[in-house]
């Protein structure tokens, strides 16, 4: 017909050698960009080459979580180079692909499967170990795209203790596995709080993570596991806010040394 013949997506390739880990979740506001960045920078501290796709239609928060709030990715011929951070990740943002970054796009199905589309297969990501995706909230078209696109794609499903979130995200894993994704794992965030007598404090209840994990591995007939609970803790808060991630700013605490945990256990 005349148009650009579509480009393959190296991920989806049989025989491709990267990792590809969708993280996913019921509702905003779990943890899951910060959970992201964080796996992220671990698993390049582990010496893996990195790649972060912000798919996150709603946030695109993780470029300002990375220290590159307002990179935009440069062109080489017909190729989008991703944005390289402090830490060694490249990342791409569906926020960078607007024409203008106070603009407003009101992202829909066919609109966002061609953006996704772009992120995969029009970004020059080199020889990547791992790929990780921060997907929306919830079970909506960008999940569906991506089951699509990279059934291969394997899901980690983030939740709070709390029963609302974890009944929303056991919906997210369940949407995975009807795209024929394998749900790899449930991290809990915001566990609880250390109070500085040394007690904890569990702010948001307890048991969503495990909740998710024996539902997910009833329904689907083979082990989900927690992967690990990561506490609450202002300085991950303030290492997002100021682009650099707990793993870096503060390595030796709990909540750091959970989240590198979790990035060896994947
Ligand atoms: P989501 O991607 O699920 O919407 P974010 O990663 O953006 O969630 O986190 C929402 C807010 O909560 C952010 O301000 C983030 O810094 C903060 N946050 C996330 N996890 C923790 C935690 N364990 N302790 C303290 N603050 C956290």
Same mark, same amino acid.
């Given at each position: 017909?005349?148009?650009?013949?579509?480009?393959?997506?190296?991920?989806?390739?049989?025989?491709?050698?990267?990792?590809?880990?969708?993280?996913?979740?019921?509702?905003?506001?779990?943890?899951?960009?910060?959970?992201?960045?964080?796996?992220?920078?671990?698993?390049?501290?582990?010496?893996?080459?990195?790649?972060?796709?912000?798919?996150?239609?709603?946030?695109?928060?993780?470029?300002?979580?990375?220290?590159?709030?307002?990179?935009?990715?440069?062109?080489?011929?017909?190729?989008?180079?991703?944005?390289?951070?402090?830490?060694?990740?490249?990342?791409?943002?569906?926020?960078? #692909?607007? +024409?203008?970054?106070?603009? *407003?796009?009101?992202?829909? !199905?066919?609109? %966002?499967?061609? &953006?996704? =589309?772009?992120?995969?297969?029009?970004?020059?990501?080199?020889?990547?170990?791992?790929?990780?995706?921060? #997907?929306? +909230?919830?079970?909506?078209? *960008?999940?569906?795209?991506? !089951?699509?696109? %990279?059934?291969? &794609?394997? =899901?980690?499903?983030?939740?709070?203790?709390?029963?609302?979130?974890?009944?929303?995200?056991?919906?997210?894993?369940?949407?995975?596995?009807?795209?024929?994704?394998?749900?790899? !794992?449930?991290?809990?965030?915001?566990?609880?709080?250390?109070?500085?007598?040394?007690?904890?404090?569990?702010?948001?209840?307890?048991?969503?993570?495990?909740?998710?994990?024996?539902?997910?591995?009833?329904?689907?007939?083979?082990?989900?596991?927690?992967?690990?609970?990561?506490?609450?803790?202002?300085?991950?808060?303030?290492?997002?806010?100021?682009?650099?991630?707990?793993?870096?700013?503060?390595?030796?605490?709990?909540?750091?040394?959970?989240?590198?945990?979790?990035?060896?256990?994947?």
């Amino acid at each position: 017909s005349g148009g650009k013949a579509e480009r393959e997506i190296p991920f989806a390739q049989p025989g491709s050698l990267t990792k590809v880990y969708a993280i996913a979740s019921g509702k905003g506001g779990v943890g899951k960009s910060s959970v992201t960045v964080n796996l992220a920078l671990a698993m390049a501290k582990q010496g893996l080459k990195v790649g972060v796709v912000d798919a996150d239609i709603y946030g695109h928060s993780v470029p300002a979580m990375l220290g590159v709030a307002d990179a935009r990715p440069t062109q080489v011929d017909d190729l989008i180079m991703p944005v390289p951070t402090p830490s060694g990740v490249s990342v791409i943002s569906i926020g960078m #692909l607007k +024409p203008r970054r106070d603009q *407003v796009v009101a992202w829909r !199905g066919p609109m %966002l499967d061609r &953006a996704l =589309v772009q992120m995969l297969s029009d970004v020059y990501w080199g020889d990547l170990d791992v790929l990780l995706l921060d #997907l929306p +909230p919830g079970t909506g078209d *960008v999940a569906i795209s991506l !089951g699509q696109h %990279l059934p291969n &794609a394997e =899901v980690v499903v983030i939740t709070t203790p709390q029963e609302a979130a974890a009944e929303v995200a056991e919906r997210a894993g369940t949407m995975a596995s009807m795209m024929h994704q394998r749900v790899v !794992g449930v991290v809990e965030n915001m566990s609880f709080l250390t109070l500085p007598d040394g007690s904890t404090m569990e702010v948001f209840g307890s048991g969503g993570g495990d909740r998710v994990a024996r539902t997910l591995s009833e329904r689907f007939g083979y082990d989900v596991s927690v992967l690990g609970r990561i506490p609450l803790d202002p300085s991950l808060r303030e290492g997002g806010d100021a682009g650099k991630p707990i793993v870096e700013s503060d390595p030796t605490s709990p909540a750091a040394r959970e989240l590198l945990s979790i990035a060896d256990a994947l």
